[in-house]
């Protein structure tokens, strides 16, 4: 008896741990968080939730609303510095490459290069966006439970 | 037949100091369980006791070190960057909107390609016909 409620508690601690880390947002670009010369933004659920009630979508035919409900976070590194600039994007290259991301598009437009990866996952999704423009890196990491087909629908 | 067969028990002479002999014994069995009961009373659950105070203590010592242990950096990047929504909303939609812009403008350039390749095939098919 004594065992079996020793289990459940246990069982209940790993869900609620695993609910947790599941909202979290991607761990591997944390440390971002306080590196120099680097911003960091980071949107959580709840703000993202705020987000989704009152804001307007500003581009004609995306469905932002559901879009901001299934996100669970938005992390946004940014630098100008040359020498963090070329750290950052080797960086996300390793995270990438490490994690199994997918290429979903690669644009090479007027100067700017914009590369998107993504990765699936039952319990969280990603989307990364790296543009490289104008002596700016920014990474973009969205993370959710959404799929592919969500992201799609963004694309009039 | 059951009260016949209990009135010739009924009959059947005691021998002297059986009850007492019995009720003896059934005494002895009794303290002996209940020594053996105490036994086990007090080794298993002490035994026990320690194991769920040791694991206890881990489980305490574990989740505080996974949630106050970790370093100021990844403190940091835990809190919200903005505290007014407003502001928030702002970014987020920024985000959002470059991500659309960018799928769209790959997208587009895909329905380029396939406007060429279907132009392509139709000249390749008129080709065919004119050859015929």
């Known amino acids: 008896m004594m065992k079996r409620k020793m289990i459940k508690a246990l069982l209940c601690l790993m869900v609620a741990m695993a609910s947790l880390t599941a909202n979290a947002q991607v761990k591997a670009f944390e440390k971002y968080a306080d590196m120099k010369h680097v911003s960091y933004v980071y949107i959580s659920k709840y703000m993202l939730g705020m987000a989704g009630k009152s804001a307007a979508p500003s581009v004609p035919g995306v469905d932002m609303k559901s879009m901001a409900s299934k996100l669970t976070g938005i992390q946004i590194i940014s630098s100008e510095d040359k020498s963090a600039r070329a750290k950052l994007k080797s960086d996300v290259k390793d995270i990438l490459a490490q994690d199994k991301y997918d290429v979903l598009m690669q644009i090479r437009e007027d100067g700017s290069k914009v590369d998107i990866y993504y990765r699936v996952d039952k319990q969280q999704s990603v989307v990364v966006m790296v543009v490289d423009d104008d002596g700016e890196a920014t990474v973009m990491v969205f993370s959710g439970t959404f799929t592919m087909d969500d992201v799609m629908k963004m694309a009039k | ?132």
């Open chain 2, 1 to 132: 037949m059951d009260e016949l067969n209990y009135k010739t028990l009924e009959q059947i002479p005691i021998p002297e100091g059986l009850e007492e002999r019995l009720s003896k014994k059934i005494d002895e069995w009794e303290q002996a369980e209940r020594v053996q009961k105490a036994q086990r009373r007090h080794l298993l659950p002490r035994s026990l006791r320690y194991t769920a105070v040791a694991a206890s203590m881990a489980l305490v010592f574990g989740m505080g070190y996974h949630y106050f242990g970790q370093d100021e950096q990844a403190n940091l990047a835990e809190q919200d960057t903005y505290q007014d929504p407003v502001l928030a909303q702002q970014e987020a939609e920024r985000a959002l909107n470059l991500l659309a812009a960018n799928l769209n403008k790959g997208v587009g350039h895909l329905e380029k390609a396939k406007v060429l390749s279907d132009k392509a095939e139709n000249t390749l098919n008129k080709q065919l016909k004119a050859l015929k």
